[in-house]
């Protein structure tokens, strides 16, 4: 069984604090004894009692990056643990791609969260311990669709291995969790479009089922903890099975 004292005394800062899957991270963490310093867009976002501190700043600008960083490292200290779930993506299919909307998907996917996770990461080595999880994306691995936001996503996927290789004499583990579908407020634009889609779903899942955000925050938890201390420059797919087969393939055509 799981310490509900297992992040006691740890501080840790989560990106994206107020989204569906943030929230879940952050509530997790804090319910498992951590301080959990959460970083959004806005103060709204980051209205959750789970928080013992709050920063806001854009991914899309760097002055706002830079200064979170200080105020970060001033008021709270080089966090024990980083949590880099922040991102966003809507450019669909290649035909939605324009210059902007590729600048922006790999500006805010890939530049931003770089920005802001290789001073932290670079901090915990000089300190000599730290944990680093970045929440990826089953796109990163093969196709899904979002083709600018897969890029960035593998993108990301690089660089924590380049942060597991570079600083793990140093102390510091970086990792990383790839989701498939989670069913958050993510998926209402979606929905607004085909409420069946959920349906259509299930049939591509190994598992008949997409994730909810609980399964993937485990699977965080369980990276950035103690109990994965000799774990580093893992990519983890948490996707119901979606990226181990083609499920449809068994079903249409081996089994027709």
Same mark, same amino acid.
């Given at each position: ?26 509530? $997790? ?165 085909? /409420? ?9 899942? /190994? ?15 369980? $990276? ?23 499920? /449809?393939?068994?079903?249409?055509? $081996?089994?027709?």
């Amino acid at each position: 069984m799981v310490s509900r004292a297992e992040f006691e005394g740890r501080t840790v800062v989560v990106t994206g604090a107020g989204g569906g899957l943030g929230s879940a991270i952050v509530a $997790l963490l804090a319910d498992r004894g951590a301080r959990v310093v959460g970083c959004d867009q806005s103060q709204e976002a980051l209205a959750s009692p789970h928080l013992a501190s709050r920063h806001v700043f854009d991914l899309l600008d760097r002055a706002s990056i830079e200064a979170a960083i200080a105020a970060v490292l001033e008021k709270d200290g080089v966090p024990d643990i980083l949590i880099n779930n922040a991102g966003w993506t809507r450019a669909e299919t290649l035909d939605a791609l324009t210059a902007d909307r590729i600048e922006h998907e790999l500006d805010l996917n890939l530049t931003g969260v770089m920005m802001f996770a290789d001073p932290i990461a670079k901090a915990m080595a000089a300190r000599g311990s730290g944990s680093v999880v970045f929440i990826s994306s089953v796109n990163a691995i093969a196709h899904f669709g979002n083709p600018a936001y897969a890029a960035a996503k593998a993108g990301i996927n690089a660089y924590a291995k380049s942060i597991a290789v570079e600083l793990g004499r140093r102390g510091v583990r970086a990792n990383v969790v790839c989701p498939g579908s989670i069913r958050t407020a993510a998926w209402d634009h979606r929905l607004a479009k085909d /409420p069946e889609i959920l349906g259509k779903l299930q049939r591509l899942y /190994p598992l008949g089922r997409i994730v909810n955000a609980s399964e993937v925050a485990e699977a965080v938890a369980f $990276l950035a903890s103690d109990r994965a201390s000799g774990v580093t420059g893992v990519v983890m797919p948490v996707d119901a099975g979606l990226t181990a087969g083609c499920l /449809p393939f068994i079903d249409d055509i $081996l089994g027709a």
